[in-house]
């Protein structure tokens, strides 16, 4: 079984930046993606970003292009999230997850086979 551990959240200013991380453990060479997704209270899980730990393509949801950047340490099995030109918005829980067969194009949360436990962003205006 991969286990997903997140860690790197915190309250920060908008206009801030932080940096999550996420420690894959177990078979991680059976990993085709990692990707991060958020959840806000009272909404759906969304998708965030993705990198093809086979070719480290990456993919972006729109409103964090440009402002978010993914990117992974192969040998220790970690990825990253740096998140600058932090908003409001932004505050949500963030999920580290594995796919072990799709490309960094898949968004829908339930083609992800492992998730992490989720750590908390909050944005303060």
């Known amino acids: 079984q991969v286990q997903l551990v997140e860690s790197g959240g915190g309250l920060v200013q908008a206009g801030g930046s932080l940096r999550l991380a996420c420690a894959a453990s177990?078979?991680?060479?059976?990993?085709?993606?990692m990707a991060w997704f958020r959840q806000a209270p009272g909404n759906e899980r969304d998708f965030v970003a993705a990198?093809?730990?086979?070719?480290?393509?990456?993919y972006y949801t729109a409103s964090v292009k440009g402002r978010f950047t993914i990117s992974k340490e192969i040998v220790r099995s970690v990825i990253y999230l740096q998140m600058n030109s932090l908003k409001p918005e932004d505050t949500a829980v963030y999920y580290c997850?594995?796919?072990?067969?799709?490309?960094?194009?898949?968004?829908?949360?339930?083609?992800?086979?492992?998730w992490g436990q989720g750590t908390q962003v909050t944005v303060s205006s």
């Open positions: 997850a594995a796919d072990l067969w799709g490309p960094a194009t898949v968004v829908a949360p339930d083609q992800y086979d492992y």
């Open positions: 177990g078979p991680t060479n059976t990993i085709a993606t």
């Open positions: 990198i093809s730990r086979r070719d480290g393509s990456t």
